[in-house]
């Protein structure tokens, strides 16, 4: 791992708007045998590799889809891994040889394959353009592998980490891992052998404490000793401590911090290290993604792949906080570069790296999370004659230069990302179209500290303002198209590097030049150009007052913009003059580089002032947060060519909380296969949720729904109650045994507030459970049946029946237990001896009186066992038809007595309540069949919506002459 962010390897295709599919396991694996065949291996068999739960972002209810399907090739022929949303494209990598082990996966390639999982899953979630042919011709190869040349595929463990330092675990003494940067470092020098011996010497406080030492300069190189692929069992002690010396002096060299989990290490220490304790060529140089766009970037890795020189890829988090780095060493005509992870060759092979569009991959990473910091290091060689010094020296802010009377004036700020000291000049320089300096303006004194390994901050920065500059260019050519922009110039040297500022910001000025003077002076402005993909939509209703959690996807065409903060416009239909402006906080960035996509996430309060009503909504960039309304890029809207105008509705201010379900459902079972359910094992859902109305306690409710007939559906787990604030996001788990019949069922959430159970909004897939009949428990319930199932507290049920066969011998209790959802409270309805031999079967009976104590509402009639010699609370569940749901103290669906028949004329259309005689109708009534109200109204016209979701529900409508009630199923 790298001390600057997780790993991003994505692929990035723009694409004309058809709507994208999921890829099902089926197809997947035709697409990988197509591929195999066409482009690897004739006659290849594509053998499915299982995603293990440690790689799972989620675990998918779905198990006819998955967000990536890995097929290996058989004898160890390669690999292809085949996209799960063909919105990404069809291949996201794939390798003519070896494996790709999921199983045992190094962080980096996990992280990667969580990557794909997130942006495959998004693109899934957003409905995402589709890409791309279904099965993409495999690219020819221009630049192979470069390690492959002497097959070199090492590590990070032993015998390669035989030198770092020790710590203690589980009573053993282990060493540290050798860390992803001193490995892609070790991999480069063992693949130039260079040097022959080191340079130097070097100790360093480590973070464990400990002074650690590295003596270059005593240190011979035996790179014949250094196998291309070794393991600590294939190689002699000879050849295990030339590796481990490489490996330790590597790490020491960038000041490695070691932990259990991975050692870590700046990038910026590369360089320095490689030069000045290695030997290396003066000209190597650290590259910023945000300095060039995705055109520059691209050229400049297959420059240095086309001149034999494996490139160090780093790719991190803008808080500094992990990562990882890696060799690209070649690439093919499709843009896809190929990548030694430096894990003994597990999963090299060629991926669209992130390289083309680094955006962020998750909703609600907006402000860091997964948004790259992406560097290389480029020129690594051994010492060239004539080479020229390179100097990591960026502009932090924008370049700014003005025309005065008295001359030009230009500012910036100037840091350092190199090791060593800078002394010099820097100066304001007049470059031509071609990038060559033909005036320099003004110079001045420039001393600038080197990168602090051991402590932050990690760079230094200088501010650098020159004025006066002179405006006088004898001899340049008449021209408007001059750039004005800072270099710099080491002491003793007359070699000038350009000093580059950030893509995103006003990084140079435009001169125009005419007999020989600098006329005109205009600072470059990188505008907006971008492209609404899909109308602006929040992810449910909107009320005054409230917040919006609203999905903004776009496409950034601009070259030389990035998109940094977006705000909302929302302009009254009825009175233009109306105007809000909606936004996240100033330090929430977005983040969308130069000729990229990025579905945006912005969770935004509703200004307090702004009424219900209808709006048209446009999306821009506000660069300048403090800018006032209205400036800044107001008048650079996000087009709407593509999916027209976007007009959004707010309703009247919610009174009570309203929480929405964000994404999808994920479980884990408890069972011996986890992503199998069987009757009593107890699982774990969870899901996102967030709270867009008032602060407020609530319960959350997960209901189910027998897929087979919706009618049977019911509470399924109520969790106690919960204050949400607003805005407030909570990610509830629901620990629930699953005491349900055989069958498939729906997972239906609810809140309720206040005893009104409300049905959950949000933009996430149907969670449908499979539960399968737990052949390994002793009893199954063949038959139970109950003569109703609406009962009152007090009075006498009779003749309950059940039928159990033992597929076992069988000696224990038996409780039918009678609760709630909630499993608080409630009674033990009956309980049994249970004495029966294998493969017999018996008929029970008995009677129960539900205690008058007992609430109205929804109950489970359900079977447990405790087998002779358990303890209480070790029950286990009965199989086959083990539950009853029981409607205690209300109607589940019979209709009531009426006055006439024409007191209350109704259809149902949807969710639409049709009346054909409106007037005689007074108050309408929806509950749950919990018994809870989930609705009523008695302003009714010809026709009434209800909003609530699919179900079942029971129908109350007041007429003058009674009450009518009936149950309803809303589909």
Not at 171 to 182: D, E, M, P
Not at 357 to 372: E, K, M, R, T, V
Request: glycine share 8%; aromatic share 10%; hydrophobic share 35%.
């Amino acid at each position: 791992m790298r001390k600057t962010l997780q790993l991003l390897l994505l692929f990035t295709l723009l694409a004309l708007p058809s709507f994208a599919e999921k890829v099902t396991k089926a197809q997947a694996q035709q697409i990988a045998r197509k591929f195999m065949a066409g482009q690897l291996h004739r006659g290849a068999k594509a053998r499915y590799a299982a995603i293990p739960a440690k790689l799972r972002l989620s675990k998918s209810t779905d198990r006819d889809y998955e967000p990536f399907y890995v097929y290996n090739a058989d004898g160890n022929r390669g690999f292809v891994i085949v996209s799960g949303n063909d919105a990404v494209g069809a291949i996201l990598g794939y390798s003519d040889s070896g494996s790709f082990d999921m199983e045992n996966a190094p962080d980096n390639v996990a992280a990667m394959l969580q990557m794909f999982a997130r942006v495959v899953e998004n693109a899934s979630a957003r409905k995402a353009p589709h890409v791309g042919d279904a099965v993409p011709s495999k690219g020819k190869v221009v630049v192979a592998p470069l390690l492959d040349k002497d097959g070199i595929q090492w590590g990070q463990d032993a015998p390669f980490n035989g030198m770092m330092p020790t710590y203690t675990a589980e009573a053993k003494t282990k060493h540290y891992f050798v860390g992803c940067v001193a490995t892609a470092m070790a991999q480069i020098m063992r693949y130039h052998r260079w040097p022959a011996q080191g340079t130097g010497e070097l100790t360093y406080k480590s973070n464990i404490g400990q002074d650690l030492t590295a003596n270059f300069g005593t240190t011979t190189y035996d790179w014949n000793n250094m196998p291309g692929w070794l393991e600590k069992d294939n190689a002699n002690a000879e050849q295990n401590k030339q590796v481990a010396t490489l490996s330790y002096q590597a790490a020491v060299s960038v000041h490695m911090s070691f932990a259990p989990a991975g050692s870590g290490a700046f990038s910026q220490a590369v360089t320095g290290a490689l030069v000045n304790y290695f030997g290396y060529d003066k000209a190597i140089a650290y590259k910023k993604r945000e300095y060039f766009s995705t055109k520059e970037w691209m050229d400049m890795i297959k420059a240095e792949l086309n001149a034999k020189r494996p490139v160090f890829y780093s790719a991190s988090n803008e808080d500094g906080q992990g990562g990882h780095a890696y060799v690209c060493d070649g690439y093919d005509d499709q843009d896809y570069v190929h990548i030694n992870w430096g894990w003994y060759g597990k999963s090299n092979g060629y991926f669209l790296v992130n390289a083309l569009n680094p955006y962020d991959l998750g909703i609600g990473a907006n402000g860091g999370g997964y948004n790259l910091q992406q560097e290389i290091i480029t020129g690594i060689q051994k010492p060239v004659e004539g080479s020229k010094r390179s100097w990591d020296i960026y502009c932090d802010t924008r370049f700014t230069a003005t025309l005065l009377s008295t001359g030009i004036q230009c500012m910036s700020i100037i840091s350092n990302h190199d090791c060593d000291d800078f002394d010099g000049v820097i100066a304001a320089v007049l470059i031509d179209k071609d990038g060559k300096i033909v005036a320099n303006l003004k110079e001045q004194p420039l001393n600038v500290k080197g990168v602090n390994l051991d402590k932050k901050p990690l760079t230094n920065g200088d501010w650098a303002k020159m004025q006066d500059c002179s405006v006088n260019v004898p001899g340049v050519a008449d021209g408007n198209d001059y750039k004005i922009i800072y270099a710099v110039k080491a002491k003793g040297t007359e070699d000038w590097n350009i000093v580059l500022a950030p893509n995103s910001l006003p990084n140079y000025a435009i001169a125009t030049v005419k007999d020989g003077k600098i006329i005109a002076v205009d600072q470059h402005k990188p505008i907006p150009d971008v492209t609404l993909l899909e109308k602006i939509t929040p992810d449910g209703t909107l009320y005054a007052g409230g917040s919006g959690c609203f999905k903004v996807h776009i496409r950034n065409n601009s070259t030389d913009y990035y998109v940094t903060r977006v705000w909302l416009k929302f302009t009254s239909i009825d009175d233009p003059s109306k105007v809000y402006y909606l936004h996240e906080a100033d330090e929430k960035l977005n983040n969308v580089y130069d000729s990229s996509e990025k579905e945006l996430s912005l969770l935004i309060n509703l200004p307090a002032d702004m009424p219900e009503g209808k709006y048209k909504v446009i999306a821009f960039d506000k660069a300048k947060p403090k800018a006032p309304a209205g400036a800044d890029f107001e008048q650079y809207p996000f087009k709407e060519d593509l999916v027209g105008e976007t007009i959004l509705e707010v309703k009247k201010a919610a009174q009570i909380p309203v929480i929405r379900q964000l994404g999808n459902f994920a479980w884990l079972s408890s069972g011996a296969n986890e992503n199998e359910i069987v009757q009593g094992d107890k699982v774990l859902f969870t899901h996102p949720v967030r709270n867009y109305g008032l602060e407020g306690t609530v319960n959350l409710l997960l209901k189910v729904q027998n897929v087979e007939n919706e009618e049977e559906t019911r509470d399924f787990i109520r969790l106690d109650a919960q204050t949400f604030k607003q805005q407030e996001r909570q990610d509830p788990k629901y620990y629930v045994r699953t005491d349900l019949n055989p069958g498939k069922y729906k997972l239906l959430p609810y809140f309720v507030y206040k005893d009104t159970e409300y049905p959950m909004e949000g933009t996430f897939e149907d969670c449908i459970i499979e539960v399968k009949a737990n052949n390994a428990l002793p009893l199954t319930a063949t038959a139970f049946e109950v003569p109703s199932i609406e009962w009152k507290q007090g009075t006498n049920v009779k003749n309950i029946k059940f039928t159990l066969k033992a597929s076992e011998a069988t000696k224990g209790m038996l409780y039918i237990r009678f609760r709630p959802a909630s499993y608080r409270a409630g009674q033990l309805a009956n309980m049994q001896s249970v004495s029966m031999a294998a493969g017999e079967t018996k008929d029970f009976v008995f009677d129960y009186k539900p205690s008058a104590t007992l609430a109205n509402g929804a109950y489970l009639l359900y079977m447990e066992y405790r087998p002779q010699g358990k303890k209480s609370g070790e029950e286990i569940t009965v199989s086959g038809e083990n539950t009853k749901v029981i409607y205690l103290g209300i109607t589940a669906g019979i209709d009531d007595a009426q006055t006439t028949t024409q007191s209350a004329e109704f259809t149902i259309n949807g969710n639409e309540l049709r009346f054909g005689n409106a007037g005689n109708i007074r108050r309408v009534e929806l509950y749950g069949i919990s018994g809870a109200k989930v609705f009523s109204a008695t302003a009714v016209g010809s026709s009434l919506q209800l909003p609530a979701t699919a179900g079942v529900y029971i129908l109350r409508v007041v007429t003058p002459q009674g009450t009518v009630s009936k149950k309803i199923v809303l589909k």
